[in-house]
């Protein structure tokens, strides 16, 4: 199994031993389903898991956490483990890795986690305080399909690389159409990772964020229904 660096054992405290077991199937099953490949075993610790529970440094006490596109439950799993305050929803639409996830919570016994088997866009019925995401898509389209999850005043944390400043500055404007209202950038895990994690935190509104208007082909198909409906 992967070696845990000191840092790890003095980061995760307690939830060690537990955070341990999920690294075991993250270097185990979750390569043999195609989930993680296998040149990333051996920096699962920090690479990967010490990489988003350090996300937890930006997320306030029991907070509802509604995770976007958790494939191997990165950094959705890691901070249900990390953080057993935090209520988290994994929304992961593929049926291989969902019940990997499924399996995963269910060995582990976590009762602040569950699996929701859809995409984040076809989510209807949840809402969060925080919407995470790492490795998803580009900020203003992630931000359309995270965006109707946040409730009002709550944010959207996503894990980007080195370029997260530019990003945000190129689709700033598309951000603030869908409701952002302040927008920042936090370094997390500082003397824990290096180097550290570049989270991207957008701020909503006092009012609840709707859904991305549709474009393109989606107005015309919309169009389209309205007028059967119609007839």
């Not at 494939?71 to 305050?85: C, E, F, K, Q, T």
């Not at 919570?105 to 859809?118: Q, S």
């Not at 919407?131 to 944010?155: E, F, I, K, M, N």
Request: hydrophobic fraction near 40%; proline fraction near 5%; include cysteine.
């Amino acid at each position: 199994m992967p070696v845990a660096p000191e840092s790890a054992r003095e980061y995760l405290g307690s939830q060690f031993g537990l955070m341990s077991r999920y690294v075991e199937h993250l270097a185990t099953s979750a390569i043999s389903h195609g989930l993680i490949g296998p040149r990333e075993r051996e920096s699962l610790w920090t690479r990967h898991v010490l990489n988003c529970a350090v996300l937890g440094e930006v997320i306030e006490p029991a907070a509802d956490v509604i995770d976007v596109g958790s494939g191997a439950g990165l950094p959705g799993m890691v901070l249900g483990i990390s953080r057993p305050d935090l209520h988290v929803t994994l929304v992961e639409p593929l049926l291989r890795r969902s019940n990997w996830l499924s399996m995963v919570i269910e060995d582990l016994a976590l009762t602040n986690v569950t699996v929701r088997r859809d995409r984040a866009e076809d989510v209807h019925d949840l809402r969060a305080d925080v919407v995470t995401s790492r490795a998803v898509a580009r900020l203003d389209r992630l931000t359309g399909w995270c965006a109707p999850l946040v409730r009002a005043g709550g944010r959207v944390v996503a894990i980007k690389g080195a370029t997260a400043q530019e990003e945000l500055d190129e689709t700033r404007e598309e951000l603030v159409a869908l409701g952002v209202v302040d927008a920042r950038i936090a370094q997390c895990g500082i003397g824990v990772v290096d180097p550290p994690t570049t989270a991207v935190e957008l701020v909503f509104g006092s009012t609840t964020p709707g859904r991305a208007p549709k474009t393109g082909a989606g107005r015309k198909k919309q169009k389209s229904k309205n007028r059967r409906r119609s007839g």
